[in-house]
């Protein structure tokens, strides 16, 4: 990857005030998830309009469209799942683009679902609405180690080959003792896709962001048996993803996109009425619509998901570390090594630093 920006010089002028944007309209990609909440806010709550930037918002429903968009420059940046910009730097499963998380946009918020039949098969129950025990994923993954039949292998889901989902599941079923080559079959489907294809019986199980998972529980249509925060507690899920020649070209507009989730974010933390606000734009038709009915107010680290949004936005590569430790062996497979460098220019703090002068800080 090419040098990244090292100080602050291109984004902030003699005087300590914010160039402007080289652009004045741009559009950012999402996925309908709730971690996409800090590109709503910013969007729906005029923070990125304070920045001086006229931001739209392009629903994706499959990260592998998302991705594309962005490489080809048909999106200026867009939510993506924290290894995506490692991925396509990388060029794994496509073209190599160097790419790069500016920053955090969620920390964990994932959930394991099973089908009503596996879940009473492996004794999993929910209790006051909750999934089960969740200090009971590893029984439940031995017990489900040993609901398999011979000749039978069960199809679960996850997002993108590339994801803390596929990670997770992978995790899970390693709790269990069991053979991800010969006991299951693992199928990458959108995120909107997996209530109803679970439902249809297309597959058995899943792993995915809220609010999928708890919405498939209250459909009764599968049954939480784990989650990403106890499988991986805290870990970066999603982040805001731009190419390397973008940020070179525009840094000025990455910094006022920066200043805007940051404000987004204090908003969030902040404000009484911010989670019921957020959730409110969440559920517009251009958003998630009707997939967050079941939802009393944004659930921000509460069960079953417990998302973390707004919470960290500055990206450090010591955070990523535990998600490239188990990345290493799918690159391994592909016969492909990860050089420290790479990894470092993804996950560089230097274009947030640059957009919010929080030098070696630990807050949004």
């Given at each position: 990857m090419s040098p990244s920006l090292s100080s602050d010089a291109a984004s902030t002028s003699r005087t300590g005030a914010p160039h402007p944007p080289e652009l004045a309209s741009l559009t950012l990609g999402f996925v309908p998830l709730l971690d996409a909440a800090l590109l709503i806010i910013a969007r729906e709550g005029g923070f990125f309009a304070v920045q001086g930037v006229e931001v739209s918002l392009s629903r994706e429903n499959a990260w592998s469209?998302?991705?594309?968009?962005?490489?080809?420059?048909?999106?200026?940046?867009?939510?993506?799942?924290a290894p995506m910009p490692l991925a396509m730097s990388l060029g794994l499963s496509r073209a190599p683009c160097d790419t790069l998380a500016a920053a955090v946009l969620s920390r964990q918020g994932n959930t394991l679902v099973l089908s009503r039949r596996l879940a009473d098969a492996v004794g999993a129950s929910v209790d006051n609405?909750?999934?089960?025990a969740f200090g009971a994923a590893s029984e439940l993954a031995r017990r489900f180690k040993a609901s398999l039949k011979e000749g039978t292998r069960p199809r679960l889901a996850m997002v993108y080959p590339y994801s803390c989902q596929h990670l997770l599941l992978r995790d899970w079923l390693a709790r269990g003792d069991i053979d991800v080559d010969s006991e299951v079959e693992l199928v990458a489907?959108?995120?909107p896709r997996m209530v109803?294809?679970?439902?249809?019986?297309?597959i058995d199980g899943f792993c995915v962001g809220e609010p999928w998972g708890s919405l498939a529980q209250h459909r009764q249509v599968g049954r939480v048996v784990a989650s990403g925060a106890e499988l991986m507690p805290a870990h970066p899920e999603k982040v805001l993803g731009v190419t390397a020649s973008w940020a070179r070209r525009y840094p000025n507009t990455l910094s006022a996109l920066l200043r805007a989730l940051q404000a987004a974010a204090l908003w969030l933390d902040k404000a009484p009425e911010a989670r019921r606000q957020t959730l409110a734009w969440l559920a517009l038709p251009?958003?998630?619509?009707?997939?967050?009915?079941?939802?009393?107010?944004?659930p921000l680290e509460a069960a079953p998901g417990y998302p973390c949004i707004g919470e960290r936005l500055r990206p450090l590569t010591a955070d990523f570390e535990g998600l490239i430790q188990r990345l290493s062996p799918l690159l391994e497979a592909r016969g492909r090594q990860l050089d420290t460098a790479t990894l470092e220019e993804c996950y560089s703090a230097v274009h947030y630093d640059a957009a919010t002068h929080q030098y070696g800080a630990d807050t949004p």
């Open positions: 469209t998302l991705r594309d968009k962005v490489a080809a420059g048909l999106l200026d940046g867009a939510q993506m799942l609405g909750e999934p089960g489907l959108p995120p109803d294809a679970l439902r249809e019986g297309e251009p958003y998630l619509d009707e997939a967050v009915g079941h939802l009393d107010e944004l």
